[in-house]
C-alpha cells in the first residue's frame, strides 16, 4: 500500500471530513462526509491513494459508532468528486502496482453499500469517474439539477470505470443506459450530462435545485428514513442484456475497428454485471483496470489528454501574451464560404465589428447573407438570444472596397490560394490599413514569407490556418513568415485564444502539419492503388489504428481537387517524397465527389479510374509502407524545426485530423510498433516504462 | 385603487441564528444564502401562493454592504429562484430593520399598490461587525446633538439604568436568567423548531453541517453565575453580556398579505395588522424607545395597554424590557410577556429580529384563542422605538 502512495508523490488529497448532521424531524444523527480537497473548485477534488485511505479513516470511524441512522456523502461546492487522480500512472511500472489500484478503490468505496446503516449520496456538484462511481456505491443518491458535467469518461482515456461502475451502474439503470454512459458518451467527444438528465436516466433518486440541494437532500433521507418515502428500483437483471450488447459492439467495431481495448473490455464487464456476484464483478475490474494501466493505448491517452488540456492552452514558443495588441475590429478579404465561417466566428467570439470584402457585389450580398442566415439558426436553436442575434447582425457587415479596413486592427485574407494574388491583395491591403494592423492569411500551403515579400511592412504578415468547417474544428495553424515580429506573433495567438482554439507554432514550410502529414499518408496508399492493390485492401490496410476515417473517405470530405492542388504543390517541394497521381487528376477531371458514391456506397466507375497497376501490395505491405512514410515525414519536419517537438505534431493530428487518443495522436504508436527509429519520445512518456 | 385595505401576517419563518465570529455556525456562510433559504421555505411551505404573485421582496439589513449589499432584497429575490419579474428593495432602521420592511410592504398592500409581499431582514454581524465603515458626522458631538455614548448600544443601556434607579443589576440578571429558562422550555415543547428553516453550513475545516437549532442559548443560566460577568462598559456598571442580547448571525422572512388576496389564493392568514408606530428618543437612551412608539401604536390602535394579551419585545439588554414594564406597571415576570423567552436567549442579528418577535406572536396566538391582541415592539439605535400592534385571527371572540 505505501508504495502506491510513493507513486503519487504530489497528489493533492482529497480529504474526507466527518460532521455530524442532525436529520429533520428527529430521525436521528447522519454522519456526513464531506469530500474535499481544499482547493476551490477549478481544481476538483480527486482520488489518489492517500484521498482513498483518507475516505477509509472516515468510515472507519463512522463503523466504529451505534448511535447513527445513516451516512451522508457530498462535495466542496460546485465539485462532487472527479475520479481518480491519474498522474501517478505513468510511474506505475509493474502490474502489482496496477492491480493495487484497484483493489484500492473497491476496498473502500465498497465500504459505502456495506455499512450496517443506509448511505447517501448527495451529488451537489460534478461527478465523474470515480467520483460517480463512489456515489454508485451508496445506497441511495440525490443529485443537484445544477450539476454540470456526470460522466464515466475512463474509455476515453483508455480505461475503465473499475471502481464499481461497470458493475453497479448496469444494475442500476440497465443496459442501454450503461452502455451509452459508460462507452458511447465517452466516445463521442467525451460528452457529458448534466444533473437533471442523469436523474432522468436513473442515476439517481431525487433531484432538487442548487440554491437549497444539501438542505432538501437531508430532508428527503429523513423522509426515506421515516419509511415517507419509497425508493423503488426495477430489476435489470432479469431482462436479457444481449441486444444492447450485440448492438455496442457493432458500434464499437464500426469506430474502432478494435484499435483501442478498454471500450472492449467496459463492454465485457457491463455483460458480466447481470450475473456475476460483487466479489466476480470487482474482480474482473480490479484485472481490466490492470491490463489496461500496463497497457500502451491508455499511456498514449493521458499523454493526448495532457496535450490536449496543458499544450494546447500553453503553446510552445508562443511570445509573451502581453504583447498582443487589442483588436476593435476585423477584416476579411473575400466572402466565399470559408469567409463566411469565419466572419460568423470572429463576431461571435471577439463580439467586435467584422467587415467582409469582396469585388462583387452579388458575391458579398452572399456571404453576408450567409452569415446572417446562421446567426438566424442560432437563435432558431436557442444559442443566442434575439438580442444576441441583433448584435452579431449588426457587427457582420460588408463593403465593396477596403476602405471599411481603415480601423480594423486584424485583417485576415481567404481568397484563392495562388501567391500572386494573395501579392496583391496584401499590398492592396497594406495602403489602407494602419502599419500596426496584422495581416492574416489563411493559406493552407503558401509560404508566407513569399507572400510578405515586398511589403512595407512584412512583420505583420502571420499565417492563421484554420480547417474546415471552422466552426468546429478546434486546431488552429499559426505561422511564422521569415519577417513576422514577436507582436504579430502574440496578438495572433491571443485571437486564437478568444476564437477558442488551440494554437500551434508553426514554421513557414510547405502545408505546415497536418495537410502535410495527411498528404504523405494519402498519397502512399493512393501510390500503393496506382500499382494495382486493390482499392478496397488499401484503403482499409490501415483500419487497425481507429483513424477517424479510411484514407479515400477522407479523400472524399477534403475533396478530390483540393487534395489534388496540395499534393501538387507538395510534389513541387518535395519532389522525391511526394507524387502526383495521374489516376487522381483523372478523377477530378470525372467530376466525381471521390471513389464513393455521396452515401460512401463503392461506386465501381469510379474506382475504374484507379484500375491498370500491376505490381500490388498486401494489406500489410500498404500499412507499413504509409506509417513509414510518416515516421520519415515528421523525422525531417523536426529535423527542419517546423515545430518545436514531437507533441505540437501529435497534437495537431488529435485536433486537426481527429487522430485518436489511443495513438497518443501518432508519435506515440510509431513508437511503440517500432516504425519510429530511433524512438521520437522517450519511453514512459506515452507508453508503459519499459 | 382602494385606500385601505386588511393586512395580515400568513407566515413567518428565520434561520437557526448563530453566534458571530470565527467559530461561529455560519462563520464561513453568505449573509445572502441565509435570505435565500428563508424565502425558498416560505415558498415550500406556503404552495397556495404562486411565486409570480409575490410583489415586492423587502429585506432589512443594517450593513449594506458585500453580502448584504447589491439591493438584498432583488438579488436575494433572482438568487432564490422567484421570477425575475417580482421585485425587490433593500431596507434600513438598523435593529428594526425587519420591523419596517414589515410595516413599509403593510402600507403598500393597504393601499393597494401590492396584493403579496415578503419582507424580512438579515445580519451577519460576524461577516459585518457593527459600526462596520460608519462615517458619523462630527457635528453629532460639537453641536451636542448626542452624547458620546449614543453610538455605543452597551453605554445606553446603562444610561437607561440611571434613568431607572429602581431597575437594579439583580432585577436585569433575573429577567435574563428567566428568558434563558423559557428559550429553554420552549424548545423541550417544540415551540421553536416548526418555524426554524434548517440550513446548512459549511466550514473548510469541519465539511458540511447542518444548522437546526440556534447556537446561543445558555440553558441552566443562574442568577448566581450571572452577578459574576463583568461590566464592560462601565466600571461597577450593570449591563453585562449575560443580560443583553449577543453578536449574532441569522435572517428572517415572512409573507404578508392583503387579507382578500389571502383568502382569494388560500393562504392561512394568522395576524392581522391592527396599527404600527415609531418614534425618537433621546439617542444615548435609545432602549426607551418601544414606550412612545406603543403608546401611539395603540392611540391609533385606539386600545389601551390592557387590552394587549401578549408582548413579543426584543430583548437588546433586560433594562429595556424592564423600562418599558415599569412604565405600563407590568410585572417583571408577567406571563403575557416573551413567553417563549427573548433575545438574550435566541440572540439579535440585528436587523433581522422584528421578524423573529411577529413569527413567535403568531405562533403563540395559535395556542392563545383567548388573546385578541398582541404587541411586538423593539428599541432601535440612534434612539427609536418601534411598535406592531396585531390582531389573533384565532381569537375565539369574547364567551
Known sequence: MTDIRELFADEIVTKAIVRDVELPGGVGTMALITLDNGLDHTKPSTFGPAGLLSLNEALDAVAARSDLV?????????????????????????????????????????????????????????????????????????????????????????????????????????PDAAIKLIIENPLSQNRMIKGGDAFGAGLADAVFEPADFLEESLRWAARVLRGEVEVSRPDHTSGDWSAAVAGARSLLDAKLRGASPAPYRALELIELARTASRDEGFEAEDRALADLLMGDELRAGLYSFDLVQRRARRPAGAPDRALARTITKVGVVGAGLMASQMALLFARRLEVPVVL?????????????????????????????????????????????????????????????????????LSELEAVVSPECVLASNTSSLSLTEMAAGLRHPERVVGFHFFNPVAVMPLLEIIRGARTDDATLATAFAVGRSLKKSSVLVKDAPAFVVNRLLTRFMGEVIGAVDEGTPLEVADHALDGLGLPMTPFTLLQLVGPAVALH????????????????????????????????????????????????????????????????????????????????????????????????????????????????????????????? | MPSSRDVVFVDGVRTPFGKSGPKGLYAETRADDLVIRVIRELLRRNPNLPPERVDEVAIAATTQIGDQGLTIGRSAAVLAGLPKSVPGYAIDRMCAGAMTAVTSVAGGIAFGAYDVAIAGGVEHMGRHPMGEGVDPNPRFLAERLVDGSALIMGMTAENLHDRYPAITRERADSFAAASQEKVAKAYADGKIQPDLVPTAVRSAERG???????????????????????????????????????????????????SEVAEELGLTARMRLVSYAFAGVDPEVMGVGPIPSTERALRLAGLSISDIGLFEINEAF??????????????????????YGGAIAFGHPLASSGVRLMTQLAREFGERPDVRYGVTTMCVGMGMGGTVIWENLGWEGVK
Request: with cysteine.
Open chain 1, 70 to 174: 445513516a451516512v451522508g456523502v457530498t462535495g466542496k461546492p460546485f465539485v462532487f468528486a472527479v475520479g481518480a487522480d491519474l498522474k501517478g500512472v505513468a510511474a506505475i511500472t509493474a502490474r502489482e502496482q496496477a492491480l493495487r489500484i484497484g483493489e484500492l478503490g473497491h476496498g473502500v468505496f465498497r465500504r459505502l453499500g456495506e455499512l450496517g446503516v443506509p448511505s447517501f449520496a448527495f451529488v451537489n456538484g460534478a461527478a465523474m469517474g470515480g467520483g460517480l462511481e463512489l456515489a454508485l456505491h451508496c445506497t441511495y443518491r440525490t443529485i443537484s439539477s445544477g450539476v454540470p458535467a456526470v460522466a464515466l469518461p475512463e474509455c476515453f482515456l483508455g480505461l475503465v470505470p473499475g471502481w464499481g461502475g461497470t458493475q453497479l451502474l448496469p444494475r442500476l439503470v440497465g
Open chain 1, 566 to 690: 496540395v499534393a501538387e504543390t507538395m510534389h513541387a517541394a518535395f519532389p522525391a517524397r511526394y507524387r502526383v497521381s495521374e489516376n487522381l487528376a483523372r478523377l477530378v477531371a470525372s467530376g466525381k465527389p471521390g471513389v464513393y458514391g455521396p452515401d460512401l456506397s463503392p461506386d465501381p466507375e469510379a474506382a475504374a479510374l484507379f484500375a491498370g497497376g500491376t505490381s500490388p501490395s498486401t494489406a500489410e505491405e500498404v500499412r507499413l509502407r504509409a506509417l513509414r512514410a510518416l515516421a520519415e515525414e515528421i523525422r525531417i519536419m523536426l529535423d527542419e524545426g517546423v515545430v518545436a517537438a514531437p507533441q505540437d505534431i501529435d497534437l495537431c493530428m488529435i485536433l486537426g485530423a481527429g487522430w485518436p487518443f489511443h495513438l497518443g495522436g501518432i508519435t506515440p504508436y510509431l513508437d511503440r510498433t517500432g516504425i519510429a527509429e530511433p524512438r521520437f519520445l522517450p519511453a514512459g512518456v506515452a507508453s508503459v516504462p519499459v
Open chain 2, 208 to 258: 458540511w453541517g447542518l444548522a437546526t437549532a440556534d447556537e446561543g442559548p445558555r440553558p441552566g443560566t443562574t442568577v448566581e453565575g450571572l452577578s459574576t460577568l463583568k461590566t464592560p462598559f462601565r466600571p461597577h456598571g450593570r449591563v453585562t453580556a449575560g443580560n443583553a442580547s449577543g453578536i449574532n448571525d441569522g435572517a428572517t422572512g415572512c409573507v404578508v398579505a392583503a
Open chain 2, 318 to 339: 433586560a433594562v429595556q424590557v424592564l423600562a418599558f414594564l415599569e412604565h405600563f406597571g407590568i410585572a417583571d415576570d408577567d406571563p403575557r410577556v416573551n413567553p
Open chain 1, 357 to 425: 470584402t469582396d469585388l462583387d457585389r452579388a458575391r458579398l450580398d452572399k456571404g453576408v447573407g450567409h452569415v446572417h442566415a446562421e446567426i438566424d439558426r442560432l437563435l432558431e436553436r436557442g444559442r443566442v438570444s434575439g438580442d444576441q442575434a441583433n448584435r452579431l447582425k449588426a457587427l457582420v457587415t460588408g463593403s465593396l472596397t477596403k476602405d471599411a479596413f481603415a480601423d480594423a486592427d486584424f485583417v485576415i485574407e481567404a481568397v484563392f490560394e495562388d501567391l500572386k494574388v494573395k501579392r496583391t491583395v
